[in-house]
């Protein structure tokens, strides 16, 4: 026989539950932090003694392409349609002047041409009916042409009145605005070249056999800002004669502009010129090492200080061999290359010897 006072059966129920939900929520919840796992790979070295012989020198970028661009004819500038950073390209007009006097000049030397025309045809007619000398013909002909003349110089000015960009690239400097007057051929905008960039360094006087034509010297190019990219460089120009205080020559190479990186004149970079020599062996990369390709420069996984993967290119010669783009001693990996990712931790792989 229950007792009257004790609770019923559901409410003792909703108590106990309760109570367990009250200890359960004052319990705290332990959690672990998940340790990195490491990617086991095969490394290698780069060896100590390929046969790539390399200088290196510091070096700055300058715009391959670069214009000062101006107007051939005076005026009041009308306007300036582009700023300063602003991509441009080929033939796109970037500033004008108010053409009114020069469409004026333009309706006067048209006017001049035409009746420069019909004195000469009347002068024809008067010439076949022998009313007129050849002396006189002659002349109506000459005024004809030089009226043509004049007319061809009266719209050229016209055309001149629009400043076009001669290549693609972007605007590097202003010097006019808008409403100002400008001289004929008064510098209105610095217009810098995107395709190719310039690296200039100079050359110390006891490397000058770098520049023979003799040397298979290859060059490539690293950049303060953009560490691990190194591009391939074509020889462009240098000084004739060295330098008076430093006894160098300036020597200036060119590169292709990468896409999607930001390289702007005025970076630091590192020019490096490798020379092979026959007394060193060739040093070549496994194919599974190679991660992207692009002409001679390839890009590999190199293992940092802290056992983590970093992009790193290096150039090849033309039978495939590295001349430069990594130190003696800098660790790469060797094999399956394509599945591994940038910041990836790593440790080396050594096959277990059997019995």
Same mark, same amino acid.
């Given at each position: 026989?229950?007792?009257?006072?004790?609770?019923?059966?559901?409410?003792?129920?909703?108590?106990?539950?309760?109570a367990?939900?009250?200890?359960?929520?004052?319990?705290?919840?332990?959690?672990?932090?998940?340790?990195?796992?490491?990617k086991?790979?095969?490394?290698?070295?780069?060896?100590?003694?390929?046969?790539?012989?390399?200088?290196?020198?510091?070096?700055?970028?300058?715009?391959?392409?670069?214009?000062?661009?101006?107007?051939?004819?005076?005026?009041?500038?009308?306007?300036?349609?582009?700023?300063?950073?602003?991509?441009?390209?080929q033939g796109?007009?970037?500033?004008?002047l108010?053409?009114?006097?020069?469409?004026?000049?333009?309706?006067?030397?048209?006017?001049?041409?035409?009746?420069? &025309?019909?004195?000469?045809?009347?002068?024809? @007619? +008067?010439? /076949?009916?022998?009313?007129? #000398?050849?002396d !006189?013909? $002659? =002349?109506?002909?000459?005024?004809?042409?030089?009226?043509?003349?004049?007319?061809?110089?009266?719209?050229?000015?016209?055309?001149y009145?629009?400043?076009?960009?001669?290549?693609?690239?972007?605007?590097?400097?202003?010097?006019?605005?808008?409403?100002?007057?400008?001289?004929?051929?008064?510098?209105?905008?610095?217009?810098?070249?995107?395709q190719?960039?310039?690296?200039?360094?100079?050359?110390?006087?006891?490397?000058?056999?770098?520049?023979?034509?003799?040397?298979?010297?290859?060059?490539?190019? &690293?950049?303060?800002?953009?560490?691990?990219? @190194? +591009?391939? /460089?074509?020889?462009?120009? #240098?000084?004739? !004669?060295? $330098? =008076?205080?430093?006894?160098?020559?300036?020597?200036?190479?060119?590169?292709?502009?990468?896409?999607?990186?930001n390289?702007?004149?005025?970076?630091?970079?590192?020019?490096?010129?490798?020379?092979?020599?026959?007394?060193?062996?060739?040093?070549?990369?496994?194919?599974?090492?190679?991660?992207?390709?692009?002409?001679?420069?390839?890009?590999?996984?190199?293992?940092?200080?802290?056992?983590?993967?970093?992009?790193?290119?290096?150039?090849?010669?033309?039978?495939?061999?590295?001349?430069?783009?990594?130190?003696?001693?800098?660790?790469?990996?060797?094999?399956?290359?394509?599945?591994?990712?940038?910041?990836?931790?790593?440790?080396?792989?050594?096959?277990?010897?059997?019995?």
């Amino acid at each position: 026989m229950m007792d009257r006072h004790s609770p019923p059966p559901t409410r003792l129920l909703a108590v106990l539950m309760a109570a367990g939900l009250l200890l359960s929520g004052c319990s705290e919840v332990q959690s672990f932090p998940v340790q990195e796992s490491e990617k086991p790979v095969k490394i290698l070295q780069v060896p100590q003694n390929h046969n790539a012989l390399s200088h290196r020198f510091s070096a700055q970028i300058e715009a391959g392409d670069r214009a000062q661009l101006a107007f051939r004819v005076p005026g009041q500038i009308n306007a300036i349609n582009v700023r300063m950073g602003e991509p441009v390209t080929q033939g796109a007009i970037l500033a004008t002047l108010d053409p009114t006097d020069y469409l004026i000049a333009v309706e006067a030397r048209q006017a001049e041409y035409q009746l420069a &025309r019909v004195r000469l045809a009347r002068t024809e @007619q +008067l010439f /076949a009916q022998q009313l007129t #000398s050849e002396d !006189q013909r $002659d =002349r109506a002909q000459t005024e004809l042409t030089v009226a043509q003349a004049r007319l061809d110089q009266a719209k050229t000015d016209l055309a001149y009145t629009q400043l076009v960009a001669p290549f693609d690239g972007a605007v590097s400097l202003t010097h006019k605005r808008a409403h100002e007057v400008a001289g004929a051929n008064e510098p209105v905008l610095n217009l810098q070249g995107d395709q190719a960039l310039d690296i200039a360094f100079n050359l110390p006087g006891q490397y000058a056999r770098l520049l023979s034509d003799a040397q298979p010297v290859q060059f490539s190019v &690293r950049f303060a800002h953009h560490p691990g990219l @190194q +591009l391939p /460089a074509r020889y462009k120009e #240098s000084d004739a !004669q060295p $330098d =008076r205080d430093t006894n160098s020559f300036r020597v200036i190479l060119s590169v292709e502009r990468p896409d999607n990186i930001n390289l702007l004149p005025g970076m630091a970079a590192e020019v490096e010129a490798s020379l092979p020599t026959d007394d060193r062996p060739l040093w070549f990369l496994p194919s599974e090492a190679i991660v992207a390709r692009d002409g001679q420069r390839v890009t590999v996984w190199q293992v940092d200080e802290d056992d983590r993967l970093v992009p790193l290119d290096l150039i090849l010669n033309s039978q495939g061999a590295v001349v430069s783009g990594a130190d003696a001693g800098t660790r790469l990996v060797a094999a399956g290359a394509q599945e591994l990712k940038a910041g990836q931790k790593v440790r080396h792989w050594v096959r277990e010897g059997g019995l």
